[in-house]
Every structure is written in structure tokens, then in C-alpha cells.
């Protein structure tokens, strides 16, 4: 049995991104946080970590970039997961004037919250408000989050599909302490950090356009030792034991303050 931590309650979709990216039986070991799911893997309680890192609608999970700075583990893949929110609770739907969820759910779903003129309370996780909910046993409270979260708790669906965008998804990554092989269709991701020098990211961008090898994701982070100092988390393809992906990161070593190597990994398709 494939033994996965996962950030929140079961029934996350942290959970379903998981059981579908490794599409066998698994065992998913549940955590409050993204540095206790990482900290599992990294003791060898779990084999596998999986992390949300952005979503289509709502952008960049910041927390998980922040925890992949200072972890040890490899990320040996990505998949992006379909988010199907539902509204879920004991009530009818125009009795509901309070709802529950991760406030990255509650930003995908704002057209129907604002609709519906309905009160917002974050949550840690979106299975975790249902969770919250069906304790609570309020008509005019529910939490949004999956049909597998509903099932779970066995609370009644309110009204599903309710995303401001049907295209809504997050992508995910898988960590462990092994590494990925080389294939035909790969992808690395990097952390780094610069001197605040003009054109010194440029520098280091411009050594992949050199090379014709295409960036896929930029991201910044505030480094929260100096301030307006960043890192930059850089995904693009190619496998760091190809050679000409070597010789780019031996550049870029020699142009950064810092850099680390997250991984190499095939790529996944949308969908």
C-alpha cells in the first residue's frame, strides 16, 4: 500500500488529486499543515507528499512555495486535478446566509457567494468546513467543497457546479526522496535568489532563450529575511540530466545567491 500525506480532512481534494495521479489503491495519511505533510515524507512515515501549487482561477498557493524552499524532498511529479465545488449542508439553499471554506474555494465560487449574499468564513480545507459544518447542525450554515467530501461526512449536496468558472483547476505536486528518470516529455522546477542588481534577472533568463528551452512558470516570493528581496521559483522543460539543461544550471548557479534544484519530472497534460 502507497502510503500519501496530504494537507486537510479527508475528502480534500488534495485526496483525489493523490488517488489519481498514482491511479492504484493508496493510503492517505491526513495533516493540518503542508510542512507536517512534508515533514511525514521527509521522516519515511509516508512514501509520498502532494502539494497544491496554483490553481486556473485564484493563482499561486503561497504557503506551498514557502515550504518547498527549506524541504530535502525531490518532486518526481505534477498533475493537474479538475475542482468541482459543491455547496453542501443540512439547509435549503435560500436559508443559507453562512459559508464555510478554504478561502481559496471561496474565491473560485465568489460570483455565486455574492449572488446568494452569503457571509464568508475561512476554513484550513475545504472537507475540513464540512466537517465543521455537519458538527455545528445549522440550516443556515454550509461549506463548499467535493462530491467526495460530501459523501464522506454524509451531509446532503445543496447545489453543485457552483465555481465562477467551469474550467477551474489546480495543480498539483508529488514529492518523495527518490528522483524521477529521464523521459521524452519533462519538466524542472528551481528556487533561486539574486542580488537586487539591475538586469540580473534578466541575466539568468535569457540563458534559457539562448538555449531554446521554454519557460513554463515564473513565480516570486518575498525571501521574509530582507526586505523587497525575492526568490524566484522557475518551472521549464527539460530534465536536469540532460546536458544541455546541466550546462543552463551551472550558469544560473554561477549568476544566483542561491538556487536549488526542486526536481525533475514528466510533464503532465491538462485534463
Not at 486535478?81 to 478561502?103: A, F, M, Q, W
Not at 498539483?172 to 539574486?194: A, M, P, R
Amino acid at each position: 500500500m502507497i502510503l500519501v500525506s496530504f494537507q486537510g480532512e479527508r475528502g480534500a481534494y488534495s485526496e483525489a488529486a493523490a488517488r489519481s495521479f498514482f491511479n492504484e489503491e493508496i493510503e492517505p495519511i491526513p495533516f493540518a499543515t503542508f510542512s507536517k505533510v512534508l515533514e511525514s515524507t521527509t521522516k519515511e512515515k509516508t512514501q509520498y507528499a502532494i502539494l497544491p501549487v496554483e490553481n486556473s482561477l485564484e493563482g499561486s498557493v503561497g504557503e506551498s512555495y514557502d515550504v518547498l524552499y527549506s524541504t530535502s524532498l525531490n518532486v518526481i511529479g505534477e498533475i493537474y486535478h479538475r475542482i468541482e465545488h459543491c455547496l453542501i449542508g443540512i439547509g435549503k439553499l435560500d436559508e443559507i446566509d453562512t459559508v464555510y471554506s478554504h478561502p481559496q474555494a471561496l474565491g473560485q465560487c465568489r460570483k455565486f457567494i455574492e449572488e446568494h449574499n452569503m457571509k464568508t468564513i475561512p476554513a484550513y480545507d475545504t472537507a475540513g468546513s464540512i466537517k465543521n459544518v455537519r458538527e455545528l447542525k445549522e440550516g443556515n450554515s454550509a461549506g463548499i467543497a467535493s462530491k467526495d467530501a460530501a459523501e464522506i461526512y454524509e451531509m446532503p449536496i445543496i447545489s453543485d457546479s457552483i465555481a465562477d468558472n467551469p474550467n477551474n483547476y489546480t495543480r498539483f505536486l508529488i514529492l518523495s526522496k527518490t528522483n524521477s528518470e529521464l523521459t521524452e516529455n519533462d519538466k524542472t522546477s528551481i528556487i533561486f535568489s539574486i542580488k537586487h542588481e539591475p538586469g540580473t534577472l534578466y541575466k539568468i533568463i535569457e540563458n534559457f532563450h539562448k538555449n531554446d528551452v521554454n519557460l513554463t512558470k515564473i513565480e516570486s516570493r518575498p525571501t521574509k529575511v530582507n526586505t523587497w528581496e525575492y526568490n524566484f521559483y522557475v518551472d521549464f522543460e527539460g530534465h536536469e540530466n540532460d546536458p544541455k539543461i546541466l550546462e543552463i544550471l551551472e550558469k544560473i548557479n554561477q549568476e544566483t545567491i542561491f538556487m536549488k534544484i526542486l526536481g525533475s519530472y514528466p510533464s503532465a497534460k491538462l485534463g
